[in-house]
């Protein structure tokens, strides 16, 4: 049992480092307050169809990494309290 915790711990800590690094990453879906102010849009064709190569990969692999962290996390809660 305890080589499972230490295995789970540690694969806990790797998906909590590639999340953030996946995360990080990515880039911002906000164009911020000045595109408020001044109407500037910048929609155009490629800008609305990029996301389907890494931005669209990235954000599938966090989801599917957050996923795996609470998963891990409620796995080790349960352990943690069977001793």
Known sequence: M????????VFYM????????????????SE????????????SYYSKNKGMSKERFLSKLTIVL????????IVLSVLMRMG
């Open 32 to 43: 911020g307050l000045s595109s408020v102010i001044t109407g500037d849009n910048s929609d």
């Open 2 to 9: 305890t080589a499972l915790k230490i295995i789970l711990g």
């Open 14 to 29: 790797l998906i909590c480092l590639i999340v953030i690094i996946i995360v990080a990453m990515q880039e911002s879906k």
């Open 66 to 73: 957050s996923v795996f962290f609470a998963v891990v996390a």
